[in-house]
Every structure is written in structure tokens, then in C-alpha cells.
């Protein structure tokens, strides 16, 4: 479900949307915060990548505030990322790498990411599909 | 946040945190994970947590539940715990404060 995340410190604020949202970096005391791809015909890649001057903690703490109380596909991963879970593509734990794609198919590589949350990350996808799964299954018994 | 808390520990926590985020949101987060939630000083590199509300809960249907009781005693248990964790430094020195005027009544 789409929902507006409105990041913001005492000189600007930022109002993106959960879709737009791939993933943040930590970058020292500012924040990367990568956005799919905009749109094609207007071409304009610097607008994909927004810094903000907020630690990754605050950011996370803006997030997790704003989605409390709604089904959140935003994860924190480590102490230097936060992730939207609906565009991971694919987790290689022991490699520490971690690849998105958003709905343009662009991909993100992430390297040199720690493995346990990873494998945590990899679980929590694994447990939210049975979910869904059995959701659906619910759904259709209801029906009949 | 729906208030399942008195027959289910970790549910117990959930309802605690959520206003506890609620009233303090810039000094914790909601975090999905089994930690439950995670303050900005003690997330290390290890942890992972989803931010938000916990889809789990999220799919209980509010009319599976069953009605939280209003009894005295359950909600004094969960005011305690709440108090102890969210506010245990008035609490301390309430008690304090209490034992002073005690020992100074008994002596």
C-alpha cells in the first residue's frame, strides 16, 4: 500500500511516497536516500538521489513514526541502511551483497553489507509471502 | 494499535511500545523484529528490523480477538510494567519519597 513519508529537519522537508523509496545510505551525519527512477521523458537522473542532513537513525525514527500504524515495507538493515523490502531482488548473505530493482527494472547493488541481517532480512521476506499466502487462502475460503 | 495485551506477553509489549512511540517518537521506534523495538543507541550492525507497524499484527483481524479485560488488577499490572519501563525514575524517587516519610513517622 502507497504512503507518503515526509523526512524533514529544520531547514527542509522532503514528502516522497513508499514506492518512490528504494533504499537510504548513511553517509556521516547526512543521509543518501535513493528514489526509482523518475520519469523517463524528463530525463533527470539527479533527481533520483536526495541528501539530507539527518543521521540514518533519525531518518529511521521519522519512518517508523509515520508507518506505525500501517502494513510497512521499510526496513532498517545494519546500522548504514534502510530498504523498501518490495524491491529486493536478490540476497546473497555470505557474499554480503544485497541487489534491488524497482518497477523501471533499474537495479542497486549493495556490497560489503553485514550477514546476519541479511539473513534476517531473507527470513522476514520468506515469512511475509507464507502470510500473504495464507491471506489469499483465507480470502478464497470466505468466498466459497 | 489493537490492545490484545493481557493474554499475550510479546502482544504486551507491542501495546506498550506503540505508545510509548506514539508519545515519544523522536526517543524510539517501532521495530517488527524479534527484538521487538530498538532504540537508536543499542541498533548494531547485526540487527535487522522492519520500521512501522508489525504486518503479523497487522493481518489479526480485530473481531478474532479476545476483549481486553477491564479488571482492576490486570490494568494495575500493565500500568506497572508500563511506569517501570517508561518511567522509572519518578517512580523511584515516589518511593523513595515514601520510605523517607515512613522512617521519619516511625522514628
Known amino acids: 500500500m502507497r504512503q507518503d513519508i515526509i523526512i524533514y529537519n529544520n531547514t527542509e522537508l522532503y514528502r516522497i511516497t513508499t514506492d518512490e523509496f528504494v ?6 551525519n547526512y543521509t543518501e536516500i535513493f528514489l526509482t527512477h523518475p520519469d523517463k521523458d524528463k530525463g533527470d537522473m539527479q533527481k533520483a538521489t536526495l541528501t539530507v542532513t539527518l543521521q540514518l537513525g533519525k531518518v529511521a525514527v521519522l519512518i517508523a513514526g509515520q508507518l506505525l500504524h500501517s502494513m510497512s515495507p521499510i526496513a532498517r538493515l545494519g546500522n548504514s541502511y534502510i530498504l523498501n523490502m518490495d524491491y529486493v531482488f536478490h540476497i546473497k548473505p555470505r557474499e554480503h551483497q544485497l541487489v534491488l530493482r524497482d518497477w523501471s527494472g533499474r537495479t542497486y547493488f549493495l556490497t560489503g ?11 522476514a521476506l520468506v515469512a511475509r509471502m507464507a502470510r500473504e499466502e495464507e491471506d489469499v487462502t483465507a480470502e478464497g475460503e470466505k468466498i466459497e | ?9 510479546e502482544a504486551d509489549a507491542f501495546e506498550i511500545l506503540g505508545r510509548a512511540t506514539a508519545t515519544r ?9 524479534k527484538e521487538s523495538w530498538k532504540t537508536e ?3 548494531s550492525d547485526e540487527d535487522f528490523c522492519i520500521l512501522g507497524y508489525d504486518p503479523i499484527r497487522q493481518a489479526l483481524k480485530a473481531e478474532d480477538l479476545p476483549p481486553v479485560p477491564d479488571g482492576f488488577f490486570s490494568n494495575l499490572k500493565r500500568r506497572l510494567i508500563y511506569l517501570g519501563r517508561y518511567h522509572y525514575i519518578p517512580l523511584i524517587i515516589t518511593l523513595l519519597l515514601i ?6 513517622y516511625l522514628s
Do not use: D, T
Not at chain 2, 99 to 104: A, K, Q
Open chain 2, 1 to 9: 494499535m489493537i490492545g490484545v495485551a493481557p493474554y499475550n506477553k
Open chain 2, 41 to 43: 543507541k543499542n541498533f
Open chain 2, 99 to 104: 520510605v523517607i516519610v515512613v522512617m521519619i
Open chain 2, 25 to 33: 517518537p523522536q526517543k524510539s521506534y517501532y521495530c517488527a523484529s
Open chain 1, 23 to 28: 533504499y537510504a545510505k548513511a553517509s556521516g
Open chain 1, 113 to 123: 553489507l553485514p550477514e546476519e541481517p541479511l539473513r534476517k532480512l531473507k527470513s
